[in-house]
């Protein structure tokens, strides 16, 4: 074999006691586009990491052209020819695509900066490497997959042999996409080395020459495109099959509680990012929507919880229509919601734990009527607090100092207290650690039981597995899989949420 | 816009839309923080008398007790007390919803014009007249604040900004409204004839300044406690300041609540205009504003944003502006000592505790 352009060689990083990338080598070569496959976690961030110089592994070499060097900052990463494209941009709005690709070198004569040239420059690369960009427009004016072409025109104007992308396709719509997949193409055949993060075996299936996947911070194979099929790519980033019986029972669904028809949501961009939505969620079952990130459920949930205005189709709640009303209507209705962004919106870190519980209440006469009193808050509160076990030292105590478990606790403290007849919540155990994620899943299976109708969106595949009753998986917008009979095994949602059904 | 610039900065660009969008939080001091700022900067003054006076303890004694060497002084501090009390009330309001009015100074300066010259011309009998003119500067205020209100409910502007330019346009506005329209023809300086005794407020340490006007502090201040701590409205106006992604979430309209609080803000910043001129300038005077609204700020912040605290440093701040005159007469160090000390607390409070955070 000729010598790779780069190669990875036994590069290990611990955070802890928890080891993110173990003695992984990887080989690049120029002229290819290499593949990064595996789950969120798998380790592919931190690798890419230890490469551009951001996290310095513990073990492990990095060699260019068989030669050892150090990566200690991004600057030297830059230096060595290694460029990185993250998924979100770091531009300045307001200035010209020449002027953000030459953001900090400017050719100068003396204090002047020439701007002439710093647009031949861009105009001499997006010609060459077919990117098409205005060196003079500003980045605000262009479109997502624009302002992208513009990040990898600043990769491209260091003059870098090694391109990392991480995951590119993310952020760009499906014509945008195609685009892309031709401009990387281009890099390769100039011979560029391309390094293409994804999580979409389909597009990976279509640009790549080789492919690597991570699992559990380890190389688990290596191989040309050719030699793999989807179905064991699949296999390989999720692991075998391993059949985890789930201990909780399922449930026995009554009446329909929410019913979504063809919800259509756009993003803030005004993408559509939810297609054609639809589901329902009865009485007394858990309905699990289970989705790697960044497919469309926070928008989905937006919608649903009053949050976001959906662009089309139908939201009913207890037989209340509320697509596109008021988050107070919604709750009126009948909803529970436990956000996605604990701290963000699920509760305020500078009130205490007594104020966050009893806002959810101001409406009831426990604590509400026509005035407010401060001792039935504490009371209830205190009552909450015993019965969710939140562990505060005092219903004064502020929310932000309370550990991510005990913040959710409360938060559902909060939330299925009143006994909502419908509950959504969105990746309810991110963050938690082992015992706080079982008190949060039994809770809701409590909510379930108590019959509440249970939407849980979440990309634990685990968690799903173990609590819900049904089971849709989401990907790129669209419901894809839907296990109705039986709890499906980790193998079977996997496959579904990569998109190997195709 | 070509000089260089690091990674850094060209994040915090790229993030600063959602700067706009989002709601301030002020978070109030702590009681000790607050005490320490207040202490820390009287000490400062002394530091400055030091240099500034050959006797700085002469200074310094008329500057913290002169206020108590007379029934007339004390006086004097209750009217500018009750005054500044309103006006901390004003940025209380404000504050707590997540809004930054530090346009309190012009929406004072409008109310005070308004209830002169309702005040004068309007006929009738005293009390109304009273009772009208300190509602016309509350509208007024209101009024004024509407501007910025929209502004920033409306096209998310920066309402730091608008209400504080603001303040120039006011003061301005008054000048020519009065020279131009209601200028006491038989006065030299620009000020409206002065107000027929039946015009001023109640006097109840005459012959001081103090006046009822501290009845309407207290009463506000009662009025706002229950408002803030024991009503359902006063909750969700807070928790929409303090994070509006989380009042949405709750189901709280909390557009509305920054409207309303500023609004009312504005209104209790032109009540403070009214109150200094029906009950201490009897007239509308230019410059009868030793800066109310600006000292108001400090004020309420110092009073951590808490009704009972804002009156004992409306108090406290009074007794220093009283003492000042006094240590004017008694030492060679002057008055605008009070506006160094402004100075310094503003400083202490931000470097404290103020952020201008975005919510995750």
């Not at chain 1, 961009?269 to 960044?294: D, K, N, Q």
């Not at chain 2, 320490?36 to 009287?42: E, K, N, Q, T």
Request: hydrophobic share 45%; with cysteine; charged share 20%.
């Amino acid at each position: 074999m000729d010598q790779p352009l780069l190669a990875l060689k036994g590069i290990v990083k611990t955070f802890g006691p928890m080891t993110a990338v173990d003695s992984v080598d990887l080989e690049i070569r120029a002229g290819r586009i290499h593949a990064l496959l595996g789950e969120n976690g798998a380790g592919k961030s931190t690798l890419m990491n230890c490469l551009f110089g951001l996290l310095r592994p513990d073990s492990g070499s990095i060699e260019i052209e068989g030669v050892a060097v150090e990566v200690t900052s991004p600057k030297k990463a830059l230096e060595l020819g290694i460029g990185m494209v993250h998924q979100h941009f770091k531009l300045v709005p307001s200035l010209t695509v020449a002027q953000n690709v030459a953001l900090g070198r400017e050719p100068h004569s003396g204090p002047f900066v020439k701007t002439k040239e710093a647009e031949a420059t861009v105009e001499r690369l997006s010609r060459e490497y077919g990117l098409d960009v205005d060196p003079r427009s500003r980045v605000r004016s262009l479109s997502v997959g624009a302002q992208q072409r513009v990040e990898i025109l600043r990769a491209l104007a260091q003059d870098v042999r090694i391109l990392v992308l991480d995951e590119p396709t993310a952020v760009l719509t499906p014509a945008e996409t195609e685009r892309f997949f031709e401009v990387i193409k281009g890099f390769a055949a100039r011979g560029l080395a391309v390094i293409l993060i994804s999580h979409h075996l389909s597009e990976v299936r279509r640009v790549a020459d080789e492919v690597t996947v991570l699992r559990q911070g380890r190389r688990v194979a290596h191989s040309a495109i050719e030699e793999v099929t989807n179905t064991q790519l699949a296999e390989l980033i999720i692991g075998r099959a391993q059949p985890i019986v789930s201990e909780v029972e399922r449930g026995t669904p009554g009446e329909t509680r929410l019913s979504i028809d063809g919800l259509d949501v756009r993003d803030g961009r005004g993408l559509e990012i939810v297609h054609a939505v639809s589901f329902t969620v009865r009485a007394g079952e858990i309905v699990g929507v289970l989705g790697i990130a960044g497919n469309g459920q926070t928008e989905m949930v937006e919608a649903i919880t009053g949050l976001r205005r959906p662009a089309s189709g139908s939201v009913v709640i207890n037989g209340i229509e509320t697509a596109g009303e008021h988050t107070g209507l919604v709750r009126r209705a009948g909803l529970g919601h436990v956000p996605e962004d604990r701290n963000g919106r699920g509760l305020a870190g500078y009130w205490s734990v007594q104020d966050n519980i009893s806002i959810g209440y101001l409406d009831t006469p426990e604590v509400g009527g026509r005035l407010t009193s401060r001792a039935r808050m504490g009371a209830l509160a205190r009552r909450l607090m015993i019965d969710f076990d939140v562990r505060a030292n005092s219903p004064q105590q502020q929310a932000r100092r309370l550990s991510g478990g005990n913040a959710q606790k409360m938060v559902l403290a909060r939330e299925l207290s009143r006994k909502p007849d419908v509950v959504v919540c969105a990746e309810p155990t991110r963050g938690l650690d082992i015992a706080a994620t079982a008190a949060v899943r039994s809770r809701l299976v409590e909510a379930r039981d108590l019959g509440a109708a249970v939407l849980l969106v979440s990309s634990e595949i685990d968690e799903v597995t173990q609590i819900a009753d049904r089971v849709l998986v989401i990907s790129s917008g669209r419901i894809v899989a839907e296990f109705d009979d039986h709890r499906p095994t980790e193998a079977e949602v996997g496959r579904a949420m990569l998109g190997g059904h195709e | 816009m070509t000089e260089p610039q690091d990674s850094e900065t060209a994040t915090a660009a790229r993030s600063f839309p959602g700067l706009v969008a989002t709601a301030r939080r002020v978070v109030p001091l702590g009681l000790f923080q607050s005490m320490v700022a207040i202490v820390l900067g009287i000490v400062i003054c002394f530091v400055i008398m030091l240099f500034a006076t050959a006797d700085p303890l002469v200074a310094f004694q008329a500057f913290t007790l002169g206020t108590f060497r007379n029934a007339y002084s004390i006086g004097s501090m209750i009217a500018i007390a009750s005054i500044l009390a309103v006006t901390a009330f004003a940025s209380t309001v404000a504050f707590r919803a997540g809004a930054f009015n530090i346009g309190t100074e012009g929406q004072l300066v409008l109310g005070g014009l308004t209830a002169a010259i309702i005040a004068e011309k309007l006929p009738g009998p005293g009390g109304l007249v009273q009772v009208i003119a300190l509602l016309g500067a509350m509208a007024a205020g209101a009024l004024w604040i509407a501007i910025p209100t929209v502004l920033r409910v409306r096209y998310r502007t920066n309402e730091i900004l608008t209400t504080l330019m603001a303040n120039y346009i006011a003061a301005d506005l008054a000048l020519f409204l009065v020279n131009q329209y209601f200028r006491d023809k038989g006065s030299g300086a620009v000020e409206t004839p002065p107000l027929d005794e039946s015009r001023w407020l109640l006097q109840i340490l005459p012959p001081s300044a103090a006046n009822i006007g501290v009845v309407v502090a207290l009463v506000l201040a009662g009025v706002l406690w229950l408002w803030f701590d024991r009503t359902r409205a006063g909750k969700r106006a807070e928790v929409s300041g303090l994070q509006p992604a989380f009042a949405e979430y709750l189901g709280i309209h909390s557009v509305s609540y920054l409207r309303n609080s500023m609004l009312i803000s504005g209104a209790l910043a032109g009540l403070g205009g009214g109150l200094a001129i029906l009950g201490i300038s009897h007239a509308y005077i230019d410059g009868f504003s030793p800066q109310y609204g600006f000292l108001g700020i400090t004020v309420a912040l110092i009073g951590r944003l808490r009704p009972v605290g804002v009156l004992v440093s409306a108090l406290l701040y009074a007794s220093l502006i009283t003492g000042a005159t006094a240590m004017q007469a008694v030492s060679d160090v002057p008055y605008s000592l009070v506006f160094v000390l402004q100075g310094i607390l503003i400083l202490l409070i931000t470097s404290q505790r103020i952020g201008g955070r975005r919510t995750a």
